[in-house]
C-alpha cells in the first residue's frame, strides 16, 4: 500500500475535485452520451466514440482520485521549531553562485507544481530542505554539476 503524504488543503482540494467529477461530470458525461445515441447507428457515430472515451478518461482520475485520498496521510508540522524547515513550509532561498532568490512552499508530490512554487518534500531539492535552517546552505545535484543554495526565510503555512 502507498502513502501518499500531503496538507490538509491538498487532501481538501482532492475531495472537492472528486465530488465534482461524481456529480456534476458524471450528468455532464451521461447527456453527452445520450445526446451522442440520438445521432443513430454507433458503428460510425465519432461523437459517442469520443463521448465514451472522455467517460472513461473521468472514471480513471475518480479512481485514482478515491485511491489518493484513501491512502492520504497528512503532513503536519505545526510542531516544528521555528525557523526549521518542515514539510508545509514556505522556503525562500538563494542560489550561491547567482545570486537568484526564489521562494518554494514545500509539499506532497501530489500538489507539486514547480511553475507556481509548489515543490515536492521528495524532490532533490524538498529533500535537502527538510530539517534545515534559515542559514544552512545546502548542495543539490543538478544536471550541470551541485547547486548550492543558502536559506534565507521559513515560515510555516497559514
Given amino acids: 500500500?502507498?502513502?501518499?503524504?500531503?496538507?490538509?488543503?491538498?487532501?481538501?482540494?482532492?475531495?472537492?475535485?472528486?465530488?465534482?467529477?461524481?456529480?456534476?461530470?458524471?450528468?455532464?458525461?451521461?447527456?453527452?452520451?445520450?445526446?451522442?445515441?440520438?445521432?443513430?447507428d454507433l458503428s460510425e457515430?465519432?461523437?459517442?466514440?469520443?463521448?465514451?472515451?472522455?467517460?472513461?478518461?473521468?472514471?480513471?482520475?475518480?479512481?485514482?482520485?478515491?485511491?489518493?485520498?484513501?491512502?492520504?496521510?497528512?503532513?503536519?508540522?505545526?510542531?516544528d521549531e521555528e525557523g526549521t524547515v518542515g514539510r508545509s513550509s514556505i522556503v525562500k532561498i538563494k542560489n550561491v553562485e547567482t545570486g537568484d532568490e526564489v521562494?518554494?512552499?514545500?509539499?506532497?508530490f501530489t500538489q507539486s507544481d514547480p511553475l507556481a512554487g509548489k515543490i515536492s518534500d521528495e524532490s532533490p531539492v524538498g529533500k535537502e530542505l527538510i530539517g534545515k535552517h534559515v542559514g544552512d546552505v545546502i548542495e543539490v545535484e543538478a544536471p550541470k554539476g551541485k547547486v548550492s543554495f543558502e536559506i534565507l526565510e521559513v515560515a510555516k503555512k497559514n
Fill in 45 to 79: 457515430n465519432a461523437e459517442y466514440d469520443e463521448a465514451k472515451s472522455e467517460q472513461g478518461k473521468m472514471e480513471s482520475r475518480i479512481n485514482e482520485l478515491e485511491h489518493l485520498i484513501r491512502n492520504a496521510v497528512i503532513i503536519d508540522d505545526e510542531n
Fill in 103 to 108: 521562494t518554494y512552499r514545500l509539499v506532497g
Fill in 1 to 40: 500500500m502507498n502513502e501518499y503524504q500531503m496538507t490538509h488543503e491538498a487532501l481538501k482540494e482532492l475531495q472537492d475535485e472528486l465530488d465534482q467529477l461524481k456529480t456534476v461530470g458524471r450528468a455532464e458525461m451521461a447527456e453527452k452520451i445520450k445526446v451522442a445515441l440520438s445521432f443513430g
